[in-house]
C-alpha cells in the first residue's frame, strides 16, 4: 500500500521510493516493484543515460486504484 501510495505522486525512482519506504531492502523492495509490474499496476522505464535510471510510474490500471485510496482515506481520518 505505502509502495503505491509514493507512486501516486508521480514517476518515481527506485532510491526515491527505497528512502520514503524506511526499513524495506533494495531486494524486497525490487520483489515488489517487479510484482506490480506483472500485474500491470506500474510501469518501468529505463534510461539510457549515465548514471543509468529507472522511474516507475502508475499504468491506466494502476491509476484506477486511486479512487479506493481516497476512500481508505476518508475512512482512516473519520473521527468515531
Given at each position: 500500500m505505502m509502495?503505491?501510495?509514493?507512486?501516486?505522486?508521480g514517476n518515481?525512482?527506485?532510491?526515491?521510493?527505497?528512502?520514503a519506504l524506511e526499513g524495506i531492502s533494495p531486494k524486497t523492495l525490487s520483489l515488489r516493484l517487479q510484482e506490480?509490474?506483472?500485474?500491470?499496476?506500474?510501469?518501468r522505464k529505463v534510461y539510457a543515460e549515465i548514471p543509468l535510471h529507472v522511474e516507475y510510474s502508475l499504468t491506466k490500471k494502476g491509476k484506477s486504484l486511486?479512487?479506493?485510496?481516497?476512500?481508505?482515506?476518508?475512512?482512516?481520518?473519520?473521527?468515531?
Open positions: 509502495l503505491l501510495h509514493n507512486i501516486f505522486e518515481t525512482r527506485f532510491g526515491q521510493l527505497q528512502r506490480l509490474e506483472k500485474e500491470g499496476i506500474i510501469s486511486s479512487d479506493i485510496f481516497k476512500a481508505m482515506e476518508r475512512w482512516g481520518t473519520e473521527k468515531a
